[in-house]
Structures are given as structure tokens and as C-alpha cells.
Nanobody, 125 residues
Framework: QVQLVESGGGLVQAGGSLRLSCTAS????????MGWFRQAPGKERQFVAA????????YYTDSVKGRFTISRDNAKNTVYLQMNSLKPEDTAVYYC??????WGTGLSSNDYDHWGQGTQVTVSA
């Protein structure tokens, strides 16, 4: 059974940093794109960042470019999201997810079929 467990969320002041981690179990994920999404209250789930299986290519939504960095350690089946210069509008529940297709690179939430439980990130002004 595939399981994703996120950690690292919390409360931080604007301008601060947090590092999210997501550890996967149940199968090997070294052939799959991993992604981070977020959902703020009353809003739809939004793509944040993704990293392909080798780690050589990454994707970001425009609002986080230059502030967030996604990385992965395939030996640990773990993906990270380093978040710097946080803003109040970054407040959301953050979810990690595994792409549904080996070697796939889609960035829509519909392209991902396994999700973590989410971790809350709150940025105060």
C-alpha cells in the first residue's frame, strides 16, 4: 500500500522559512515525478512545484519561483520543499503527491494518484 507522509509545516512570520518533507513508502518512487500542491481555505488545490524522477528538471508555479526549491533523495524515497521569503498568501495546507504514470511529467492534480495527508503552513503578517 502506497503511503506518503508530510512533515515540516508550522507557523512562521512573513519573510521566514520552512522546509517540508514527504517520505513515501509502499513502492519505489525513483521512476516517478513527485509534486507539491497546496490548498487555501475556500480555494481549489493549486500546483506548487514538481520534480522529475532524476531530479534534473523542476517546475514551479510563477508565484513561488525564486523563493521555493523542490528537491528529492531517491535513496530515502523523500521529496523536499524548501520555502524561503514566505508571504501570508502562502498560507495553505500543503500536499505531496506521486505522479500516476512512470516517467510522466504532468502538472495537473489529475495527473497524480497518491497523496499525503497534508501539512499546514501558516504565514503571519
Amino acid at each position: 500500500q502506497v503511503q506518503l507522509v508530510e512533515s515540516g509545516g508550522g507557523l512562521v512570520q512573513a519573510g521566514g522559512s520552512l522546509r517540508l518533507s514527504c517520505t513515501a513508502s509502499g513502492r519505489t518512487f525513483s521512476s516517478y515525478t513527485m509534486g507539491w500542491f497546496r490548498q487555501a481555505p475556500g480555494k481549489e488545490r493549486q500546483f506548487v512545484a514538481a520534480i522529475i524522477w532524476s531530479g534534473r528538471r523542476t517546475y514551479y508555479t510563477d508565484s513561488v519561483k525564486g523563493r521555493f526549491t523542490i528537491s528529492r533523495d531517491n535513496a530515502k524515497n523523500t521529496v523536499y520543499l524548501q520555502m524561503n521569503s514566505l508571504k501570508p498568501e502562502d498560507t495553505a495546507v500543503y500536499y505531496c503527491a506521486v505522479h500516476s504514470t512512470r516517467w510522466g511529467t504532468g502538472l495537473s492534480s489529475n495527473d497524480y494518484d497518491h497523496w499525503g495527508q497534508g501539512t499546514q503552513v501558516t504565514v503571519s503578517a
